[in-house]
């Protein structure tokens, strides 16, 4: 368990979904971000291990972060995908003890990388 592992990426029309997952265990939190083209990392869904979740404005209403413990898993269901969807989506975690759950969707708070899986929205 050296860094989080992202699947789920793929093409899909305007309007349509997709789902990633990402397997990490031992995480504190986790969430998922996303490099688009133009802009730095931003952080669209956190989620805790005891279940708080953070969302993002851009994504709040149509993404869904969730995890499954048994499995070691989080999933991201997006919905309604728009064109300015498209980018890098990374799967990130942290093993802290103490942390501001304000800051969830900050790129800092994370110290687990995984390599990204890409997601293109069509329109």
């Known amino acids: 368990q050296v860094q989080p592992v992202e699947s789920g990426g793929g093409s899909v029309q305007s309007g349509g979904s997709l789902r990633l997952s990402c397997t990490g265990s031992?995480?504190?939190?986790m969430a998922w971000f996303r490099q688009s083209p133009g802009k730095g990392r931003e952080g669209l869904a956190a989620i805790t291990k005891d279940g708080r979740k953070m969302y993002s404005d851009s994504v709040k209403g149509r993404f869904t972060i969730s995890q499954d413990d048994a499995q070691n898993t989080i999933t991201l269901q997006m919905n309604n995908l728009k064109s300015e969807d498209t980018g890098i989506y990374f799967c990130t975690g942290d093993r802290a003890k103490y942390y501001d759950f304000g800051y969830l969707l900050r790129p800092e708070m994370y110290a687990d990388w995984g390599q990204g899986t890409q997601v293109t929205v069509s329109s």
């Open positions: 031992g995480y504190t939190y």
